[in-house]
């Protein structure tokens, strides 16, 4: 067993201990892959309807809007619950800030038809030229 004699301690350590360093990256790693993967999910909890065919020719890189009505009525803008006064000013800000005039309508199977039917109605008039429909694809995926 060797002693450190008094002339060593005068030395400048000059390595760095980066083990602290990457356990702290791959903390934030794991910090940023959970809460990006969560801001895909919508706020409210929708059973979409099934449907056997897909839409074609439609990438997953598309910005859009998504509004959710669920069986009870609840509507969500972009995972945000809101209220129906509300709606028409969240749409119109939401469609500005993703540079698009796409909505996507994620509906629950219990909806209404009528209340799905206004709501699209809203979203017109808050400046969406296009719409797509969200259902669940045979297979367990959802597809619009």
Known sequence: MQFKSEEN???????INVVPLIDVMLVLLIVFMVTS???LESGLDVE???AKSQMAGESDDVKAVII???GAGKLAVQGREVNREELSSRISEALKAEGTELVV???DRQA???LAVEVMDVAKAAGAKRFAILA????GESSP
């Open 48 to 50: 979409l309807p099934a």
């Open 105 to 107: 309508f994620e509906g």
């Open 112 to 114: 209404t038809y009528g």
């Open 37 to 39: 993967s969560m801001g």
């Open 136 to 139: 669940e694809s045979q297979e």
């Open 68 to 70: 959710t009505l669920t």
């Open 9 to 15: 301690e005068d030395e400048i350590m000059a390595d």
